[in-house]
């Protein structure tokens, strides 16, 4: 305001104001100015939306970065920018994880036609098509959940698999012309002088393809010939045309004769009627209303050329044609307004995913009479989503699930028939075990990623994938007792603990060890640990060695020996010397050494092993030495000592025969440890699960051998075994089962009221058996109920009125004068049908139209006689029909009022009075139909269960029945029901099925004894053919079938080799052979017991045969010796050798040494102390060194046929020189022993193909006639592994259904177009509807058979009837189809382009009248595909030129002419032209295309091959005008050698088109040739003319022209 004030204000406002307020106003337009530019100058800019992160399913969120830009290009504050334009940062999204790949999938749709693709900048036309061009087709690629099909975002799908294209490039084929054939011959003109049209027509071949030209016209016509007929004499035919029906109309009020409206509800109003029934009132609801019209349609009469003419001169016979008739006003259905939507199904979803459907309904108020229209659908469904503002639950997801293993079963793979032998005996080894497998409901928890089952089975078709296996291999531990050692000797005594060193009470032991752990028994080893109280018991004693004997003086004579002593332990090591002090420590010993004349004695003997291990009241043990006499004493010298002296004797092993051990019970089972016992002990456990550490206990008790329990006391302490252990506490196992299934679904659809109650059931699983005392597994596993609420379908049946009085078409229509024309015909009468329910009260028609099936019919037509027809009696019922089948039934009827007496009614061959028909005959013949079934083994267990013996066995093969179906036939051959002709439909006869039955072996026979007493050695069992296979059994193991067919099995064995020993008593006394020396002295011989002994524990030496023992290391039995004589040398026996080194070597020597135990008396030298031998290999040094023999085979457990087991190879000790020697010297020598000696090994098992039970019979694959099969299955529970049987081929068994009657309704064929009471006009074509029989094969005959056999009627009455009509004279009409083409493929190159091929038929217009040619268009075509097509070409055909014209026409590969198909750019010429034109004079166009002259001249050619001028053929000046004027205008007569010489004279040109110089020669030549000819010619008929009558002058011209052709 103040702006505009300053405007208008005076001078003096201005000047006072003025300027401020202009500067203020200077600065609000730079402000605003400011803004508006900083609006343009900044924009918000957006990076790309990042991945979808957080939780699974819709509750993901994307970002995105947004910023702020200004116009040049830099970022700045968002502030700048228009906060209220900001784009968003965040977004939520369907966050996608794996386990989302089971729910969502690409949905590929196939690939639409191929389309031309418009070039751009491309000219229509500017390219031509040779074969083929390029296009593209598309597909719709959408990503689908797949328990609804609902369409989600591209992204989830792309998650897993990247997108499929959604186009592709493709060839289009060229353009193809509709192809049609040849037209067909002219049809026949009319007789007389009528002026007539003839026609001819072709059909189409081939539609036109890909933008091809459209179909020429079909039709030719043209006028016939015939003369026009004098005026007058016009013959014409006559033809009545009837025009079609018109529509069915309401008589006027006052032309009903009778009530033409029929109202289907007595009694009551329409209008209120359909008011109440439209204000939803259920009072009474009519089916409708039936109003009964009239329709018409006109005559009128035609002339043979098509002109209309009086009526009268058609009308011959009195009979008037039928120009009107009653008929039913066409009402349409009316149905009531929809239902409210039925709430969405859906009931889970995946976030905002989801779609479920939703369905409406409407009832049918009243239904369609005469050609209303009819009910449309009932029912509407549609996609709907959850709504609500509830989340949905989660949709479950499917998998396969399984049970825990079952305990392993060996009895399964044993021979079935052998399972009840050995089901008591203790099976081991391999086995099967089995589990449960099941289909799985996994609901997820809704907002976590992790899927949280809740398993619950169900149907197994919902899992994808293949199921996991249900059996699998297995090993049963075999039982193995415990096997221990033999017993070592007794040990020394010993105390229990060596802090005190006095003497005092021990214990003797001795050890065995556990050779073999027990498996699988309670029973644990026996003790390994036997001891023995003894007195004075020491860790440590002295071991003293004695010392040369030193004479006290002189060089013999009393001396003494010094002993040194060592400190050992009782195992043997030394130890210090104070371990000993407190005992008696042994320092000098007195002894002799011999003088020259004393007698001399050998040292004692070692101590003989004492003869019993313990002393009791009958035995002690007792051990002796000896020493013998070495030389004999001379006189006065030390005489020797009696023999008794030379014998000692001593007790030994004095303790009691009695001994001690500790002796243990089982243990206890694992308990809690209440009390803590076992936390301080120390263990380590395999990994199992474990649930705390528990207790065993046992009783431990000191046992005496020969008696029961003694007092702990008695045994040591130290080895006392312990009573309490920590053990790992079983973890305890609930009984884990699913949730219960699903119930199964009720019906939805009602039942009827006298159906039995449906049940519904369901089921759960057991996953994990119980054990450790954990919850037991429930009783119930299978559980079962009625269903409730179970809608019973309502009962509703149609009433059916009275029918009303026949209505006639109104007098003023019918034909003839008004009011004269009776009343009579046929006419139509209608009823009410109205809708009652199961209690007879009224209900509405749309629960008839759904539960009572279809309306009855609410028209009939009817018949008024007329006083000229003759009228019957309604016909009476048929007679009855005797038991025999070839009797006949009749029925009557009898003539009633005036017929009686008119004679044309008493005519019974129009007019029959009785009907008779054969009576129908109970006799059925039944007729084998299709193969015999597969041999079915009927009966065996309901279900199948692993592990039960003999499970299967009667199932799989023995007596059995096959089927073979039968037809059965009544005495007309008609097909009936097969339980006419049979009970079962099948013809049955037995039949067996071969049982496979196994090798057969015996027993295992006992080991043989080790073939090996010292070392590695073998035992064998075998054992022998019984039963051989056959029928499939398992084969048998290879045999050996030189001995009886046995079957051996060899394990390595060991002898200790010292167990059986020799054993030798000491040397005799040397006996001297007395005869020769009286001295008794010298040389002499001693001998020595050996015998074989065999040390069994607790029992003495005891002798065995010698033959035990080693014969190469055979002790001697007798020696030499040496008795020294008095005074001589005496020396000792030789000492050991002295051993040779590990490693031998020649250059290392052996020594052993002698003492000289008597110096001589004389100087007569003593014999050798010393001896030495290198040490030769294998000769007095061995090498040892640890030998393996091969592996041995697998051994299993005694009761194990296959499996785990175990194979062992044997360690020796083996001489140098390949002996076997005892274990000890290898042990001795510390030898790295090889490794190992046993591995684990599996026998493979042979295990025999399982089974499924058979499946239930399947439903027939036909419903009706021949040909049906049923099948049943069964299917691989566990593949055959090795040896066992294998599976039969057979997994399917068919067998052919019981020939069941087909029914069906045959339509006839069709009549031709007929036009009741007229020639011509519109008529019908009308076919018959039959019920006939026939058992559907290709062969079938057909009989017909009642109506009812067929059930409903179709409903369609245009099945029966058509409108057609029938050419009148001069009218245009359509001819009949033609006959479909052959089926021809669309092809590129001679390949196929489309799968299916087309084929086509067309129906030309055919004109018959001049007058209406104009006026008459039109012809059809139909294309249909076909399949079994060919490709066919299409190419040009050309005929012989003929004066430079030739035919040509296009032809089809298959030889059939045709017009269209042939591209037209490549058609070739009709019309031959020369080029350049020929313009000289006299010239003309010859057939090879190029100049050539007229007759009579001849050719002058230019250098390029053309013609230059035509010069006049010499000779021929006198030829007279009308021959030269014929010659000028018609073209010479062309002959083939015409062209031969034509071609001579134009072919030899250079390559650059000049005429070759030696082509002007030969042509110079040729023309004086000629002109002589010519001119000899000329002479000769020149002559003949004196003596013959003159010829034609035109002769010598002809022949002189005929010598041209040389030209």
Known sequence: MLLQQNWVSPHWAWQSLGKPFLLFVFLMLQTADLQARRGHQFVWKTGHWGRCIGDCGSGGIRSRAVWCTH????????????????????????????????????????????????????????????????????????????????????????????????????????????????????????????????????????????????????????????????????????????????????????????????????????????????????????????????????????????????????????????????????????????????????????????????????????????????????????????????????????????????????????????????????????????????????????????????????????????????????????????????????????????????????????????????????????????????????????????????????????????????????????????????????????????????????????????????????????????????????????????????????????????????????????????????????????????????????????????????????????????????????????????????????????????????????????????????????????????????????????????????????????????????????????????CLSEQGGSAAVGDCVRWAGAMPALVQECFIPCKDDCTFTPWSKFTACSSDCDTARSRRRSLTGRSRKRDKCQNTEVYPQVETEPCPCEEFTSQPHGNWSDCIIRGGPPEFQLGMPGQGVAKECGQGVRLRAIACYDRSGRLVEPSRCSSSGYIEEPCTVPCPFDCKLSDWSSWSPCSSSCGPGVRVRSKWLKEKPYNGGRPCPKLDLKNQAQVHEAVPCYSECNQYSWEVGPWSPCKINSEQNSLHCGEGIQTREVRCVSTAEDHGVETVPSTLCNQAEVPEAVQKCTLYCPSECAVSDWGPWSPCPQVCDPNVMQTRTRQVLRSPASSKPCPEVSQMKPCILNQNCFQYQYNLTGWSGCQLGANATCGHGERRRLLSCQRSDGATVSMQLCQQLHLEKPLPTSSRCAVGCAVDCQLSPWSAWSQCSHTCGTGGQMVRGRSVVLRAAGEGRPCPEQLTQHRSCPVKPCYSWLLGPWSPCTVQGGQCGDGLQVRNLTCVVHDASVSATSKPVENALCGELPSKESVLQLPCSVPCPGDCHLTEWSEWSSCELTCISGRSFESSGRQSRSRAFVVQAAENRESCSGQEMETRPCSGGKCYEYLWQTSLWRDNVRTVWCQRSDGMNVTGGCPLRTKPAEVRHCSPPCRKPFSYCTQRGVCGCERGYTEVMRSNGLLDYCVKVPGLEDKKADVKTIAGKNKPVNSKMHDIFKGWSIQPFNPDGKLKIWVYGVSAGGFFIIVFLIFTSYLMCKKTKQHQSPPPQQKPLTLAYDGDIDM
Request: include cysteine; glycine fraction near 8%; aromatic fraction near 6%.
């Open 71 to 834: 116009a040049e290009g830099w970022t700045t504050f968002h502030a700048n920018c228009d906060q209220q334009d900001k784009p968003e940062s965040q977004r939520r999204c369907f966050k996608v994880c794996d386990w989302h790949l089971e729910l969502f999938e690409w949905e590929v749709s196939g690939w639409d036609r191929c389309g031309l693709v418009s070039a751009a900048g491309a000219e229509a036309g500017a390219e031509v098509c040779v074969t083929a061009q390029h296009g593209l087709q598309r597909r719709s690629v959408r990503c689908l959940q797949k328990l609804n099909r609902t369409v989600v975002s591209s992204e989830i799908c792309e998650y897993f698999s990247p997108q499929p294209p959604a186009e592709q490039a493709c060839l289009v084929p060229c353009p193809r012309d509709c192809v049609v054939s040849q037209f067909s011959g002219w049809s026949p003109c009319g007789p007389g002088c009528a002026r007539s049209l003839q026609h001819r027509t072709r059909a189409v071949i081939a539609p036109p393809l890909y933008g091809g030209a459209l179909c020429p016209n079909l039709t030719e016509s043209r006028a016939c010939g015939a003369p026009a007929c004098p005026l007058g004499e016009e013959q014409h035919t006559y033809s009545l045309r009837l025009g079609p029906w018109g529509e069915c109309r309401l008589p006027h009020p006052k032309d009903a004769e009778v009530t033409v409206r029929t109202m289907l509800d007595l009694g009551s109003d329409s209008a209120e009627r359909s008011a109440s029934g439209l204000a939803g009132s259920h009072a009474h609801h009519p089916a409708g209303e039936v109003e009964i019209g009239y329709q018409t349609r006109q005559a009128r009469c035609v002339r043979s050329d098509g002109k209309h003419v009086a009526l009268s001169l058609c009308l011959q016979d009195p009979v008037t044609p039928v120009t009107s008739r009653s008929c039913v006003i066409p009402k349409d259905c009316a149905t009531s307004e929809w239902s409210p939507w039925s709430p969405c199904s859906l009931s889970c979803g995946w976030g905002s995913v989801a779609a479920g459907l939703r369905s409406r309904r409407r009832r049918v108020r009243s239904v369609a009479v005469g050609a209303g229209k009819p009910c449309p659908e009932l029912e509407e469904r549609e996609a709907c989503s959850g709504g609500g503002k509830a989340p949905l639950q989660p949709c479950p997801r499917f998998a396969w699930r399984t049970s825990e293993w079952k305990a392993c079963q060996v009895s399964l793979l044993l021979d079935p028939q052998d399972r009840h032998h050995q089901k008591e005996a203790g099976l081991c080894g391999g086995g099967i075990q089995t589990r449960v497998v099941y289909c799985a409901q996994i609901v997820v928890e809704l907002g976590t990623h992790r899927p949280k089952e809740v398993a619950r089975p169900v149907d197994g078709k919902l899992c994808q994938g293949p199921a996991p296996a249900t059996s699998q291999l297995c090993h049963l531990p075999c039982l193995a007792e415990c096997a221990v050692s033999s017993w070592s000797p007794w040990g020394p005594c010993l105390p229990e603990s060596c802090q005190h060193r006095h003497g005092g009470r021990g214990f003797r032991m001795r050890q065995r060890q556990v050779v073999v752990d027990p498996v699988g028994t309670l029973a644990g080893c026996p003790h390994l640990v036997e001891s023995i109280p003894c007195e004075d018991a020491r860790c440590h004693e002295w071991l003293v060695s004695e010392g040369a004997c030193v004479t006290d003086r002189g060089r013999c004579g009393p001396g003494h020996r010094v002993l040194e002593a060592v400190c050992k332990s009782r195992k043997g090591e030394e130890v210090p010397h104070h371990l000993c002090s407190d005992l008696p420590r042994p320092e000098v010993v007195a002894c002799e050494v011999p003088c020259a004349r004393d007698c001399v004695l050998s040292e004692w003997s070692p101590w003989s092993p004492c003869s019993h291990s313990c002393s009791s009241k009958n035995a002690e043990g007792t051990q002796s030495r000896s020493r013998s006499i070495v030389a004999l004493p001379a006189e006065g010298g030390k005489a020797c000592p009696p023999e008794r002296a030379l014998q000692e004797q001593r007790a030994c092993n004095e303790h009691q025969c009695v001994h001690f051990f500790w002796e243990v019970s089982p243990w206890s089972s694992c308990s809690e440890d209440v009390l803590g016992t076992a936390l301080n002990t120390t263990s380590s456990w395999s990994g199992e699960a474990t649930c705390g550490v528990g207790i065993q206990t046992r009783k431990v008790f000191c046992r005496k051998s020969s008696s029961g329990q003694v007092t702990p006391k008695r045994c040591p302490e130290s080895i006392r075994p312990e009573a309490v252990r920590p053990c790992v506490l079983p973890c305890r196992k609930d009984c884990v089962v699913t949730l219960f299934s699903e119930w199964t679904p009720c019906p939805t659809a009602c039942q009827p009221g006298n159906a039995t109650a449906v049940k519904q059931s369901r089921y759960r699983i057991i996953l994990q058996d119980s054990a450790s005392g954990g919850q037991a597994c429930p009783d119930t596993l299978y559980e079962e109920r009625e269903c409730e609420d179970v809608p019973i379908c309502p009962v509703y049946r149609w009433k059916s009125h009275r029918w009303s009085p026949c209505v006639l078409v109104p007098g003023s229509v019918r034909p003839g004068p008004p009011g004269q024309s009776e009343a009579c015909g046929h006419g139509l009468q209608s009823r009410a049908v109205t």
